[in-house]
């Protein structure tokens, strides 16, 4: 059973706009630490923005540069991504993923743009064209 799954992930041109949705089967919706990351391509995973708690804490990468917005829905164990004034540099496979390994799940380690997540899903591509 895949415990989060993707999907939003679309192509659009410079300055367009998405939003991602990553459903969460079982309890992981209710994980302390989630989050959203990508790579791109030759490139590394990396974390674009995590939710810690259910109070508003959060962590965005730098390059996000206020375009993005993280939101959870607990109720519907649903996480959100909505991405705005994109750019080819956004371009990549997106993620979500749910729960830092045992011991370390504090908010400052969440919220430290740590990417060894327990729980992933499969990935949504986003393609953004000059």
């Known amino acids: 059973q895949v415990p989060l799954v993707e999907s939003g992930g679309d192509s659009v041109q410079t300055g367009g706009s998405l939003k991602l949705s990553c459903i969460a089967s079982?309890?992981?919706?209710?994980?302390?630490?989630v989050g959203w990351f990508r790579q791109r391509p030759g490139k590394e995973r990396e974390a674009v923005a995590a939710?810690?708690?259910?109070?508003?804490?959060?962590f965005y990468a730098t390059f996000v540069k206020g375009r993005f917005t993280i939101s959870r829905d607990t109720a519907k164990n649903t996480l959100s991504l909505w991405m705005n004034s994109l750019t080819p540099e956004d371009t990549g496979i997106y993620y979500c993923?749910?729960?830092?390994?045992?011991?370390?799940?504090?908010?400052?380690?969440?919220?430290?743009?740590?990417?060894?997540?327990?729980?992933w899903g499969q990935g949504t591509q986003v393609t953004v064209s000059s």
């Open positions: 939710i810690y708690g259910f109070s508003g804490s959060y």
């Open positions: 079982g309890g992981i919706g209710s994980s302390d630490c």
């Open positions: 993923a749910a729960e830092l390994p045992a011991g370390m799940g504090s908010k400052r380690v969440c919220l430290s743009g740590r990417t060894d997540f327990v729980y």
